[in-house]
């Protein structure tokens, strides 16, 4: 029996598609968004999901996404994020606003869309909505000012819609990921110093089987190794 929609939007190669795998292992009906969905051919057929293509920065292209979804809408998570490295006194303003769109307006667009959705879903825990952040929204890098500014933004919408959202029913939490990602091609050296994939996976999904008496809005998540 379905446990009903996931929707992952910035599908990859990475904790994405652990997430995947893990959301449909558990029963969930699954649509994997991405700006190339060529690249998530086998992962869609290995887990039976629904691909879309959308930038994710698009009002249209995401509120299309949700409007075609099935009715019962449970999970919803926000990949996607750019960076643009350099002094701020030499940073091209268009890849700046380019960078807040994918990773701040982005977030918002489907946290909107997400909670429009969830809204209608019956019983006491309506969904969750789940944003994948960094330590660049806690603290600002040097020469990495708007990967810190979208990070930000994006941990305050995460902050605002809990607040809003939690007493409606819809749980919203911000990741905080604290750390490179082993990935394809970027596989962990031994050292211990990469997060595993598919432990970020199973904490994302402890997030979701929360019961709503114990709801966290954040959580961080790093290599034991990691200085912070």
Same mark, same amino acid.
């Given at each position: 029996m379905s446990k009903g929609t996931a929707v992952i939007v910035g599908a990859g190669s990475g904790?994405?598609?652990?997430? $995947?795998? %893990?959301?449909? #292992?558990? /029963?969930y009906d699954l649509v994997l968004g991405a700006r190339n969905t060529a690249k998530l051919s086998d992962l869609a057929a290995e887990t039976n999901a629904k691909t879309v293509?959308?930038?994710?920065?698009?009002?249209?292209?995401?509120?299309a996404v949700?409007?075609?979804?099935?009715?019962?809408?449970?999970?919803?998570?926000?990949?996607?994020?750019?960076?643009?490295?350099?002094?701020?006194?030499?940073?091209?303003?268009?890849?700046?606003?380019? $960078?807040? %769109?994918?990773? #701040?307006? /982005?977030?918002f667009l489907l946290g909107q869309q997400a909670a429009i959705r969830m809204a209608q879903n019956a019983g006491e825990t309506k969904g969750t909505i789940l944003f994948t952040g960094a330590s660049a929204g806690?603290?600002?890098?040097?020469?990495?000012?708007?990967f810190a500014m979208g990070k930000f933004a994006q941990r305050g919408l995460a902050q605002s819609m809990a607040r809003e959202l939690h007493p409606q029913g819809i749980h919203v939490a911000w990741v905080n990921i604290d750390g490179a990602i082993a990935t394809p091609g970027r596989e962990n050296d031994g050292s211990d110093r990469m997060l595993d994939p598919e432990a970020l996976a199973v904490a994302y999904l402890q997030l979701i089987d929360q019961h709503r008496?114990?709801?966290?809005?954040?959580?961080?998540?790093?290599?034991?190794?990691?200085?912070?």
């Open positions: 904790v994405s598609a652990s997430l $995947a795998r %893990q959301l449909a #292992a558990k /029963g293509s959308l930038d994710g920065s698009d009002p249209a292209q995401m509120a949700f409007e075609a979804l099935p009715s019962d809408l449970r999970v919803a998570i926000y990949n996607p994020s750019a960076r643009v490295r350099g002094s701020v006194t030499e940073l091209d303003p268009e890849a700046v606003r380019n $960078a807040m %769109q994918v990773t #701040a307006f /982005g977030a806690v603290k600002g890098f040097a020469n990495s000012a708007p008496s114990a709801w966290s809005s954040e959580i961080t998540l790093r290599p034991w190794v990691e200085s912070f």
